[in-house]
């Protein structure tokens, strides 16, 4: 049984685009619908309660598009709010930390992890509580990097203040001796270059995105849900606000034009 349905992914704004990227290249035939609540952006400093009102809002303007499987491309949502969206879902919810956690595990030799992320995702230990479930010997550490969420949306991937920012960010962690880092919110892969110049590509990084595209193709498969037509895919892209440079932050974070962008409106989200 094929099933053409789209898969469903929602972002407080621009960034959850890097996890539709890692879904293409892993899943190039299924159809995505994205929502982007740009209009409420940032999620990371918002209360849990407010960011559990806001997920649930979210998830309906997925659901509105009859998807098949949502994937929560948030990690702040992902933290704090992922029991919502599979409450009010009815289908299969991936977040993005669970599969990060569980790539960080595997790779890891030392079992020595770093993670690095919003205030918000850093302050939730969510990474660090998912780690030591799936393996209570590994030991993590953790250093948020807000700064990385304007310079990627700058397109400052090769600006020498961005080398020096991570390296102020990422030297407390080294001195851990970690030998694998969690890119613990969706902008951070953007800036893969840079992180990696700057721990002289000694560390193993694991991008939750790409993390999440293999969870979700076992999922597929599991669930019978896959697309199997051999046409191209079809994405769509929402957002509750249409921002200045969205269009151009974007095609950077997806890595090819966005084509249409349309907003809607909660309200709607209700009916």
């Not at 789209?6 to 959850?16: A, E, K, L, N």
């Not at 304007?150 to 080398?163: C, F």
Request: glycine residues 8%; aromatic residues 6%; neutral net charge.
């Amino acid at each position: 049984m094929s099933d053409a349905r789209p898969i469903g992914v929602f972002d407080s704004g621009v960034g959850g685009l890097t996890v539709v990227r890692a879904l293409s290249e892993k899943l190039p035939h299924e159809n995505i619908v994205y929502f982007g609540d740009t209009a409420r952006v940032p999620y990371g400093p918002k209360s849990p309660q407010v960011v559990r009102e806001y997920a649930l809002d979210d998830t309906n303007i997925l659901l509105n598009h009859d998807v098949k499987l949502i994937v929560v491309a948030c990690n702040t949502v992902s933290a704090v709010a992922l029991d919502v969206v599979q409450k009010q879902a009815r289908v299969p919810v991936v977040g993005v930390i669970e599969p990060g956690a569980l790539a960080a595990v595997k790779r890891s030799k030392s079992k020595r992890i770093g993670i690095i992320g919003t205030v918000g995702t850093i302050k939730s230990n969510a990474y660090g509580t998912a780690l030591k479930r799936l393996d209570a010997d590994v030991e993590h550490f953790s250093h948020p990097c807000p700064l990385f969420v304007p310079l990627a949306e700058e397109g400052w991937m090769d600006h020498r203040a961005t080398e020096l920012i991570a390296k102020e960010y990422l030297f407390p962690l080294t001195q851990h001796k970690i030998d694998t880092l969690i890119l613990g919110c969706t902008h951070y892969p953007i800036l893969k270059d840079v992180i990696s110049r700057v721990t002289h590509q000694t560390l193993q990084l694991i991008d939750s995105g790409e993390a999440t595209a293999e969870v979700v193709a076992q999922l597929l498969d599991s669930e019978g849900i896959r697309n199997l037509s051999t046409m191209n895919a079809r994405l769509q892209f929402f957002v509750s606000d249409v921002p200045h440079k969205f269009a151009e932050i974007g095609e950077r974070f997806l890595g090819r034009t966005l084509g249409r962008i349309q907003r809607v409106s909660f309200a709607s989200s209700h009916d």
